[in-house]
């Protein structure tokens, strides 16, 4: 009885499992291998993300979690449950890939444990209750729409080159994501910049501005520059600005010192390194498109490209160029 039972289940979750994959092989190619299992194998009723097992920081205790326990904590806390059900099947793909390959390298910010829920060391989880007070009233309903976006795409990881990449991932960008070289100075083939479809109508907040008085700015400059000098009247502090291919501020002259757009973006706390800097003659404004880092898929632009009828596996391909999809080992 048990036994036709855990079948039974089997077969409803290879039945659940084989549309995604067919869609995914219409899109581009699955790494074979690791994906599909001999069917005897596909014997756990939990499927995927159910077998495999994650650590995770949370409130300073050390959870064991399944892929599927920890998922929609990490979709919740990662993108609006509101967002597209394609724009959060992305999500739980670059979350679960992320979670992965985290998984594969010691972290010396908390060796106890593989994740933890920063969203600024590895990415940001929400356990039940931070979800039910997140959601109130609406609680059953986005739960669901997370968690059928674990279950939809149970499994489904991102590679390249064998390997699980580093998808990372950033709320919106100015018409264009960044590369990852120009972030971070490592250059990923399929951290590149591409188009994202995201606009002042579709992401609230698109447009954002930082006003800093001459005081600050100086303080701020000089903390990690020292050298840069600014003794004149601020109308003379700013020089050229060289903006990159992805519309973000590459290097800004400030004073005597070449400034990266990234080490502006983290001094002064800006949402994105796409902006511009003037001086208004009473104080230094920033106006700044977008939010985070730029790089990988954009979560906005996803929410877009699905309501103008993507799948998520298109989607995917899209933000990761040169990536295949695969399913955990
Ligand atoms: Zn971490």
Not at 38 to 59: F, K, Y
Not at 94 to 104: K, N
Not at 279 to 297: K, R
């Amino acid at each position: 009885m048990k036994k036709a039972l855990l079948l039974s289940l089997a077969a409803f979750c290879l039945a659940l499992l084989l549309p995604n994959l067919l869609r995914r092989t219409a899109v581009r190619p699955v790494v074979a291998a690791p994906a599909l299992r001999p069917e005897s194998e596909t014997a756990s009723p939990a499927g995927p993300d159910g077998s495999v097992t994650v650590t995770l920081l949370h409130d300073g205790e050390v959870l064991t979690l399944t892929m599927a326990e920890y998922l929609p904590g990490a979709v919740a806390g990662e993108m609006p449950a509101s967002f597209a059900a394609e724009a959060l099947r992305a999500q739980a793909v670059a979350s679960r890939t992320y979670a992965l390959r985290r998984a594969g390298q010691a972290r010396s910010r908390h060796p106890q444990a593989a994740l933890c829920d920063d969203p600024g060391c590895c990415q940001r989880w929400l356990d039940e209750e931070q979800r039910r007070a997140l959601w109130g009233a609406e609680y059953d309903r986005w739960a669901a729409a997370v968690e059928a976006a674990e279950q939809d795409t149970d499994g489904a990881i991102l590679v390249s080159g064998g390997e699980p990449i580093l998808a990372c991932f950033h709320a919106s960008s100015p018409g264009r994501t960044e590369s990852s070289a120009a972030v971070w100075g490592a250059a990923l083939p399929y951290l590149v910049s591409v188009d994202s479809p995201e606009s002042a109508e579709t992401v609230p907040g698109f447009v954002t501005e930082a006003v800093f008085s001459p005081e600050e700015f100086r303080a701020a400059v000089l903390d990690a520059h020292p050298a840069a000098g600014l003794t004149g009247k601020p109308e003379t502090w700013l020089g050229q600005r060289v903006t990159d291919a992805a519309g973000r501020t590459a290097l800004l002259q400030v004073g005597d010192a070449a400034l990266t757009g990234t080490e502006l973006r983290q001094l002064f706390s800006l949402r994105s390194a796409a902006f511009t800097l003037e001086w208004t003659g009473e104080s230094f404004l920033f106006t700044v498109t977008g939010s985070g880092h730029g790089a990988g898929m954009s979560q906005y632009g996803a929410n877009v490209m699905a309501a103008e009828g993507a799948s998520w596996q298109e989607i995917l391909a899209h933000y990761y160029p040169g990536t295949e999809l695969g399913l955990m080992a």
